[in-house]
């Protein structure tokens, strides 16, 4: 049965709705804790692994899990092949042009992308199925509540991580590359590590979101619909603090759902959703550019 709409359900679905900008979040503040560049490809690792996992379950048959391992492969070996053809070579070069190069790559592989699947619009079968669950006034699925499940295990991974010597060499790579090798720390090891973990939670958000009941997906859809808000969520928590990530990319979510609730539904505001985003990018760089945890914007 649907469920009975309440003050709470935009809030709720605000909540699930962000955890999947809140995984996006976690990819740009880790590439940019590690090389200091945003990386505008960052949705394209979660469409790349899309329409693999789609190929090998829908065209080869494959068995779903197989598919859905086989997707995140492929949107892993895209985020370091990116790391070896783009990044490594203007790892010396001005900020300003690897971030040009990211935008490049992204444009590249929606391109690829259109040639080889056609801009059409498809459905991608979730990870667990299961009835609605009427939860704060919201029917939600149980791949949404997957999904902040997975935003939560990973927090706690990341927190892991980043205790180990691998986890302070990537912050070290962040502050000082030159000091790094001087240490004897393989840069090009860390790069590679930082280049395929976010392309991992790249992929893992991408094959979540398209799975979702009533969701569907197209080349690029990744970037047109969650870039944005991730990257507000990702300034919003702070560029170089993670667990800022998580929570900005909830709290944009949040305010999205707000936005579209009061602005869109109530009002008849057009887009408001994305107006509310805009916004709230906007009013975070001009009060408290740092972040809620960050140091630096």
């Known amino acids: 049965m ?8 935009p809030l709720t679905l605000g909540l699930f709705q962000g955890s999947v900008y809140g995984l996006l979040a976690v990819g740009l503040v880790l590439i940019y804790k590690g090389v200091r560049v945003f990386n505008f490809a960052q949705g394209e690792f979660g469409t790349v692994a899309t329409f693999v996992a789609f190929g090998l379950f829908q065209g080869l ?24 053809l783009v990044i490594r070579p203007l ?19 929606i391109a ?15 990870l667990i199925e299961g009835d609605l669950i009427v939860f704060f006034g919201a029917a939600i699925t149980p791949q949404q509540f997957l999904i902040v499940g997975v935003l939560a295990a990973l927090a706690v991974v990341l927190a892991l991580f980043f ?8 912050l070290a790579l962040s502050q000082d590359p030159l ?13 590679r590590l930082i280049w395929a973990f976010a392309a991992l939670v790249g992929g ?3 094959l979540l979101l398209a799975g979702v009941p009533g969701n569907s997906f197209s080349p690029g859809f990744m970037t047109s619909i969650a870039i944005v808000p991730a990257f507000t969520g990702a300034v919003l928590g702070g560029m170089t603090s993670l667990p800022g990530a998580f929570i900005g990319g ?7 759902a707000l936005g579209s609730f009061y602005l869109g539904d109530r009002m008849g505001v057009p887009g408001a959703g994305e107006l509310t985003v805009f916004g709230l990018l906007l009013l975070v760089l001009l009060i408290r550019p740092q972040g809620l945890l960050g140091t630096e914007a």
């Open 2 to 9: 649907p469920a009975e709409p309440s003050g709470l359900t």
């Open 61 to 84: 048959g494959l068995p779903y899990g197989v598919a859905f391992i086989g997707g995140l492969v492929a949107a892993v070996l895209v985020g370091l092949m990116m790391e070896r």
């Open 91 to 109: 790892f010396d070069a001005p900020r300003i042009t690897m971030l040009v190069a990211t935008v490049g790559f992204a444009l590249f592989i």
């Open 112 to 126: 690829v992308t259109v040639i080889v699947a056609k801009p059409e619009t498809r459905a991608f079968a979730p």
């Open 163 to 170: 205790r180990t010597n691998l986890g302070l060499a990537v």
């Open 179 to 191: 000091a790094t090798r001087i240490m004897g720390i393989s840069v090009v090891n860390i790069s």
């Open 204 to 206: 893992l958000a991408g």
């Open 250 to 256: 909830v709290l944009v979510g949040i305010g999205q």
